[in-house]
């Protein structure tokens, strides 16, 4: 999911499918992934996150996977529901740096 | 427990007009921050707190300054607004120690 422009890019799935939500991360050195969700009009919401000693995390329909080599993070969700239209953000950091830079963002489209 | 409130919602504003956006916690986080998010572009950082009477700069702080004087408040002054200040405006919060931001709802700010 790289930026084009102004616009963000957007991932449709079908109701009851797996999705996948890429990023790729630019600071070699961070060592702390988090994933957020925007819903329309709303602050970014907390899904999961990943410490840099981990490659994978799993949580309640949700799993991150982090590949350190080619600084890339993805978000699977399983299952994915209508509620889960939103768009997609990671974010890394230096653990307790209290500085954090986030991506441009994908877009999810649940289509019923 | 109200988590971050912003304030205004929405905004319009003239060029050279000056305003402060608000943002009140009540979790009594150390952290606080001002975040603009533009089309495309995901966040970007304006400026953090760490503690009452600490601030320091993000990625964009020019044309924006913030106080802290008590750790529930933490707003974010314009003082002579410019059209590439449109924009939405999310505040967000952690317990130092944590790595979970809590965002505000937003403000989106017009300037004409």
């Known amino acids: 999911g790289e930026s084009v422009g102004l616009h963000l890019p957007t991932l449709s799935v079908q109701e009851g499918d797996n999705s996948i939500i890429n990023c790729a991360y630019s600071n070699s050195a961070s060592d702390y992934f988090i994933w957020y969700k925007q819903e329309s009009g709303k602050g970014p919401q907390f899904i999961i996150d990943i410490r840099s000693n981990m490659d994978k995390r799993q949580g309640q329909r949700v799993t991150v996977l982090l590949n350190k080599t080619v600084k890339h993070l993805s978000l699977q969700i399983a299952a994915t529901q209508p509620g889960d239209s939103a768009v997609y953000f990671c974010?890394?950091?230096?653990?307790?740096?209290?500085?954090?830079?986030f991506g441009s963002g994908t877009k999810l489209n649940v289509k019923p | 427990n109200a988590g971050v409130t912003q304030t205004p919602k929405f905004q319009v504003l003239k060029t050279g007009q000056s305003m402060t956006l608000q943002c009140a916690q009540d979790?009594?986080?150390?952290?606080m921050s001002w975040y603009r998010q533009d089309p495309g572009m995901g966040l970007r950082l304006i400026h953090y707190s760490v503690g009452a009477g600490i601030t320091d700069q993000g990625e964009v702080p020019n044309g924006y300054n913030v106080s802290r004087s008590t750790t529930e408040d933490f707003p974010l002054r314009l003082l002579s607004a410019a059209p590439s200040q449109t924009s939405v405006y999310f505040c967000a919060s952690l317990p130092l120690g944590d790595n979970v931001l809590t965002f505000g709802a937003g403000s989106r700010l017009t300037v004409l």
């Open positions: 974010a890394e950091t230096l653990y307790n740096f209290n500085k954090f830079y």
């Open positions: 979790m009594n986080h150390e952290y």
